[in-house]
């Protein structure tokens, strides 16, 4: 009869050794036993990348990467991204079931009543020069909020986490927002209640002289739906830092800082950013071969394409092609939509992307749709972070309440020089 159970044998010593399986997985500890004496230490697995090391148990997010399914708390991105707001995403990742009425109306009253920041945070943000990165400034000032509420270190306070949940969601857009606005030598604009949590982003990004600012509905409904698909993709880069520092047990503002600095790395969120640097760049559809032929000679990547986890179509970026088209009849095309089309279609027909499965991701589309709408490149990131913000956090819970948490403390292989003297430096 099937047992759930691996059984290895060690050629090195003729032993076999049976390990449990559960959900397809051994526990890498299980493997410690395998031991060629008593004095060894035990084996261990390589797993550099953690490209097929699982380092949670976790029920928010689905990715299945060879059929491009992404799915929330059992909700297919697509019905999301169609029917919901972001809000209603973000507590449904953060609670794992999507807001009754009465419940939905209360969190969206408590994160537009605590997007305002202390002055003492503006001021700490004049601090920076003209030309700071805007994703500089928000991990440096996400971190600086921990100083203003410290009783957000009693992590395992219900009530405190809550409020700390409320204040980051609330606050991410005014400092994306204020760090915008201190680049351009701009007076700071306050956070305004009456508006939604895309429709106060705008205004707090791009409010001039009008004694009224109205958001365009068009392109406050494309972020909202932007911000949805941003909201969370299980275990990548960014989540995983969340988890690793806030395994520590910090405050939240501290673990998601860490987070924003994992997200800012050109190979993850910083990747909607380099595709506007490449499209510029290649300058026209003619130089497309050409710049294909410089990737394929491994001169470079092509941003915006190819996941660790997806070996199909991103959903996300179905969603955001589709998405670009509604903006663009707002703003008008943006001039580099030829350009990314073009290299669509070169790269989905060659050999070399087809055999590695790559395939535009979440990052293609949305820096052109931003540019489109008046949003510079060095902001294109901040705007992952901020609905990004709602997965960091519901990881960070899920962890908490996990009963094998333990903090994050990878091994290694030790491949160093085994035992040296010490040589004075004067004989050396
Ligand atoms: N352009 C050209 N070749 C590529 C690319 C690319 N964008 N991505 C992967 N490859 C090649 C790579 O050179 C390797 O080829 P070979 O087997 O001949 O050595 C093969 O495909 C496998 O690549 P890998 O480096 O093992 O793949 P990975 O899973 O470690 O990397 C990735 C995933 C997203 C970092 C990578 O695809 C990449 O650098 N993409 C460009 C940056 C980007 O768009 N990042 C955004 C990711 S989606 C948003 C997010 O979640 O942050």
Same mark, same amino acid.
């Given at each position: 009869?099937?047992?759930?159970?691996?059984?290895?044998?060690?050629?090195?010593?003729?032993?076999?050794?049976?390990?449990?399986?559960?959900?397809?997985?051994?526990?890498?500890?299980?493997?410690?036993?395998?031991?060629?004496?008593?004095?060894?230490?035990?084996?261990?697995?390589?797993?550099?990348?953690?490209?097929?090391?699982?380092?949670?148990?976790?029920?928010?997010?689905?990715?299945?990467?060879?059929?491009?399914?992404?799915?929330?708390?059992?909700?297919?991105?697509?019905?999301?991204?169609?029917?919901?707001?972001?809000?209603? @995403? *973000?507590? +449904?990742?953060?609670?794992?079931?999507?807001? !009754?009425?009465?419940?939905? #109306? &209360?969190?969206?009253?408590?994160?537009?009543?605590?997007?305002?920041?202390?002055?003492?945070?503006?001021?700490?943000?004049?601090?920076?020069?003209?030309?700071?990165?805007?994703?500089?400034?928000?991990?440096?000032? @996400? *971190?600086? +909020?921990?100083?203003?509420?410290?009783?957000? !270190?009693?992590?395992?306070? #219900? &009530?405190?986490?809550?409020?700390?949940?409320?204040?980051?969601?609330?606050?991410?857009?005014?400092?994306?927002?204020?760090?915008?606005?201190?680049?351009?030598?701009?007076?700071?604009?306050?956070?305004?209640?009456?508006?939604?949590?895309?429709?106060?982003?705008?205004?707090?990004?791009?409010?001039?002289?009008?004694? &009224?600012?109205?958001?365009?509905?068009?392109?406050?409904?494309?972020?909202?739906?932007?911000?949805?698909?941003?909201?969370?993709?299980?275990?990548?880069?960014?989540?995983?830092?969340?988890?690793?520092?806030?395994?520590?047990?910090?405050?939240?503002?501290?673990?998601?800082?860490?987070?924003?600095?994992?997200?800012?790395?050109?190979?993850?969120?910083?990747?909607?950013?380099?595709?506007?640097?490449?499209?510029?760049?290649?300058?026209?559809?003619?130089?497309?071969?050409?710049?294909?032929?410089?990737?394929?000679?491994?001169?470079?990547?092509?941003?915006?394409?190819?996941?660790?986890?997806?070996?199909?179509?991103?959903?996300?970026?179905?969603?955001?092609?589709?998405?670009?088209?509604?903006?663009?009849?707002?703003?008008?095309?943006?001039?580099?939509?030829?350009?990314?089309?073009?290299?669509?279609?070169?790269?989905?027909?060659?050999?070399?992307?087809?055999?590695?499965?790559?395939?535009?991701?979440?990052?293609?589309?949305?820096?052109?749709?931003?540019?489109?709408?008046?949003?510079?490149?060095?902001?294109?990131?901040?705007?992952?972070?901020?609905?990004?913000?709602?997965?960091?956090?519901?990881?960070?819970?899920?962890?908490?309440?996990?009963?094998?948490?333990?903090?994050?403390?990878?091994?290694?292989?030790?491949?160093?020089?085994?035992?040296?003297?010490?040589?004075?430096?004067?004989?050396?």
């Amino acid at each position: 009869m099937a047992k759930d159970t691996l059984t290895i044998t060690d050629n090195r010593t003729g032993r076999a050794y049976e390990i449990p399986v559960e959900n397809d997985t051994i526990r890498a500890t299980d493997l410690r036993q395998i031991k060629v004496n008593e004095g060894d230490f035990g084996m261990m697995s390589y797993d550099p990348s953690f490209s097929n090391t699982a380092a949670c148990k976790s029920s928010i997010t689905f990715i299945d990467g060879e059929k491009g399914v992404l799915k929330h708390r059992g909700y297919p991105i697509e019905q999301l991204a169609e029917r919901s707001t972001f809000l209603e @995403v *973000a507590y +449904l990742l953060l609670y794992g079931e999507l807001p !009754k009425k009465r419940e939905y #109306e &209360k969190w969206v009253h408590e994160i537009t009543h605590h997007t305002i920041i202390h002055e003492k945070i503006k001021k700490f943000m004049d601090g920076f020069r003209y030309d700071a990165h805007p994703m500089g400034m928000l991990i440096s000032t @996400v *971190a600086a +909020l921990s100083t203003f509420y410290p009783e957000a !270190k009693d992590i395992f306070d #219900e &009530k405190s986490r809550e409020m700390q949940i409320y204040r980051l969601i609330a606050k991410m857009p005014t400092l994306a927002a204020f760090s915008y606005r201190h680049t351009l030598g701009l007076p700071y604009v306050y956070p305004d209640n009456d508006l939604s949590y895309v429709g106060n982003f705008l205004k707090m990004l791009f409010r001039m002289t009008e004694a &009224k600012y109205e958001p365009n509905p068009v392109i406050e409904k494309a972020i909202d739906v932007l911000f949805i698909l941003h909201a969370d993709h299980e275990q990548n880069c960014s989540a995983n830092a969340m988890r690793s520092v806030g395994s520590s047990q910090p405050d939240p503002y501290s673990a998601t800082a860490a987070a924003i600095a994992a997200l800012y790395g050109p190979l993850h969120g910083g990747a909607n950013e380099a595709v506007i640097h490449m499209l510029n760049e290649i300058g026209s559809k003619e130089n497309v071969p050409a710049f294909i032929k410089r990737i394929k000679e491994g001169e470079f990547r092509l941003m915006g394409f190819g996941h660790r986890v997806y070996k199909a179509y991103d959903p996300r970026a179905k969603i955001i092609k589709q998405i670009a088209h509604d903006v663009f009849e707002t703003t008008g095309k943006n001039p580099l939509l030829d350009i990314a089309l073009e290299l669509e279609k070169i790269a989905l027909d060659d050999d070399y992307f087809v055999k590695r499965k790559l395939y535009p991701n979440v990052d293609f589309y949305s820096g052109l749709i931003y540019q489109s709408m008046g949003i510079p490149m060095s902001m294109f990131t901040t705007l992952f972070a901020i609905p990004r913000t709602a997965g960091w956090l519901a990881q960070w819970l899920e962890m908490l309440d996990d009963q094998e948490l333990k903090i994050a403390r990878p091994r290694q292989i030790y491949i160093g020089p085994k035992m040296r003297e010490y040589i004075p430096l004067q004989e050396r």
